[in-house]
């Protein structure tokens, strides 16, 4: 049986591919970085765009004591303060590894117009970063989860929508 695989590779492409293997490398390196500063886990990531990083982000949960400094939203965050915008369309988003569930969400958030990621969630695992556990949460029912979830107090939370659907000085987003 005969298995063709038809690569298009123009050298508009390899240089492409050079690029990105620039902007990995990069990713890569704040990762190294910052684990030598004992800055926090092995990750680490960058925001480009027009050819040039705009954010750098490594992972420091365990330096600034925060659970939510991971490198993607470190490099998220970076990149909006460069920019002074808090969307980041036409960025894209580098990092060293497949990104966890915050960071995905975060990814959307921003807007970032693609997502390129060295290892994958499984190598994470293998490593001790096992975020599997909370995509398999999110598609369940908030009362099934492992986190428990209550709904209360509505009525008095909903008045919040009222106000920023009145409200004709917001910042729609
Ligand atoms: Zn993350």
Known sequence: METRISIQETPESGRDARVHDQWMREAVELGHRGMAENGGGPFGAVVVTGGK?????????????????????????????????????????????????????????????????????????GAGFDDEFIYQQIPLEPAARSLPMTPICRESALRLFDEWKNNPDKTPY
């Not at 990083?53 to 993607?72: F, K």
């Not at 988003?93 to 693609?114: K, N």
């Open 53 to 125: 990083i705009v954010g750098r982000g490594w992972n420091q949960v365990t330096s600034l004591l925060d659970p939510t400094a991971h490198a993607e939203v470190m490099a998220i965050r970076d990149a909006c303060r460069a920019l002074q915008r808090f969307e980041l369309r036409g960025c894209e988003l580098y990092t060293s590894c497949e990104p966890c569930p915050m960071c995905l969400a975060a990814a959307y958030w921003a807007r970032v117009e693609r997502l390129f990621y060295g290892c994958t969630r499984g190598d994470a695992a």
